[in-house]
């Protein structure tokens, strides 16, 4: 898998950089987990993980390229004011619990 990172965009208001991103991946593999992708992007840009948020990941059909956007904050914090809480629960490495059906 390689990181490319295509565009960065410095947004000062929300302490952020928006990263525009492409992955190529070999032929005979899997579209890469979104854990994977952010430890990735965050060596690419020389930074902790826990401060990469992937926001949108999209495989083109019948390529083996993936294109997506991720956030990139200042600090945790910044990130757990702005970011929703749905995109910290899919950038989390836990998975959430499933309750077992009685």
Do not use: C, H
């Amino acid at each position: 898998m390689q990181v490319k990172i295509e565009s960065t965009k410095d947004n000062l208001l929300l302490k952020r950089k928006e990263v525009g991103f492409t992955i190529m991946q070999g032929s005979k593999e899997k579209t890469p987990e979104r854990l994977e992708v952010r430890k990735a992007l965050a060596i690419e840009m020389k930074l902790g993980d826990d401060v990469v948020f992937i926001k949108k990941m999209r495989t083109k059909t019948g390529t083996n390229i993936t294109q997506g956007i991720a956030n990139v904050y200042q600090t945790v914090e910044q990130a757990k004011l702005v970011e929703p809480e749905y995109i910290i629960k899919r950038n989390s490495p836990e998975k959430p619990k499933e309750e077992a059906a009685a």
